[in-house]
């Protein structure tokens, strides 16, 4: 089982810029791959990007760009960020953090089994 815990949602101006967080508390492994997706309002879940056992940062293709996400760990846990610049209205979403054991969930950024409870941003003009 791994717990993920997101932080760093906020509401924040048109062009602004936030960084989230999400910690995997007792979880160091490499081979655990760790991504941020979003959900807007009345539409459906998309990826933003992970990070695979390499170290290789995955984005989706819609994402590249504004979007960057790196990863740190410490003695009991991993932690990945997702930093975003010039953030625009149509930015405002719920952003999860998901895990995933499998190679080919990670690789295509589909299929993660792990789930946190999401850390909502808002961007207004």
């Known amino acids: 089982q791994v717990q993920l815990m997101e932080s760093g949602g906020a509401s924040v101006q048109t062009g602004g810029s936030l960084r989230l967080s999400c910690a995997a508390p007792g979880h160091t492994e490499s081979w655990l791959c760790l991504g941020w997706f979003r959900q807007a309002p009345n539409k459906e879940r998309e990826a933003i990007g992970a990070?695979?056992?390499?170290?290789?940062?995955?984005?989706a293709e819609s994402m590249k760009g504004r979007f960057t996400i790196s990863q740190d760990k410490d003695n009991d846990k991993k932690i990945l960020y997702l930093q975003m610049n010039n953030l625009q209205p149509a930015d405002t979403a719920m952003y999860y953090c998901a895990a995933t054991y499998g190679f080919t969930a990670c690789q295509s950024l589909s299929g993660f089994g792990y789930w946190g409870q999401g850390t909502q941003v808002t961007v207004f003009s």
């Open positions: 990070i695979d056992k390499d170290g290789t940062v995955l984005y």
